[in-house]
C-alpha cells in the first residue's frame, strides 16, 4: 500500500468515525482492480474490529462478522497468490526460460 493511500484512507475514517463494516466489506468482495483490492480488504477488516470491539452486538451480527472476516482473508489469499502467478507467468514467458539458462 503507497504512502499516498495510506494517508487518504486515514483521513476517510477520520472524517466518518462510524464506517458502515457491510458497504466496505462488500466494496471490497466486488472489487476487481487488484491495485484497489488490498485498500479495500483492510479498509473493511478494520471497519470489522471497530465493530466487534462494541459490547451491544447482537450473537447474529457477530456471527456475520466472523464470516466477513473469514472471507476477507479467504479473498486477500486468493489475491496474493493471483498476483505471484502473474509475476511467475511474466517472468517465464515463452522464450525467457532459454534466455535464463
Not at 484497489?36 to 450473537?59: F, H, P, T
Not at 489469499?77 to 535464463?100: C, H, M, N, T
Amino acid at each position: 500500500m503507497t504512502a499516498e493511500l495510506i494517508h487518504i484512507l486515514q483521513e476517510v475514517r477520520a472524517a466518518v468515525p462510524h464506517i458502515d463494516w457491510q458497504k466496505l466489506y462488500e466494496a471490497a468482495m466486488l472489487e476487481m482492480n487488484p491495485d484497489k483490492l488490498a485498500i479495500c480488504i483492510g479498509a473493511a477488516e478494520q471497519a470489522i474490529a471497530q465493530r466487534e470491539s462494541l459490547v451491544d452486538i447482537a450473537e447474529l451480527e457477530r456471527r456475520k462478522l466472523a464470516d466477513a472476516r473469514s472471507m476477507l482473508k479467504s479473498l486477500s489469499r486468493i489475491a496474493s497468490s493471483q498476483g505471484k502467478r502473474a509475476a511467475y507467468d511474466a517472468a517465464f514467458q515463452p522464450g525467457q526460460v532459454e534466455r535464463l539458462g
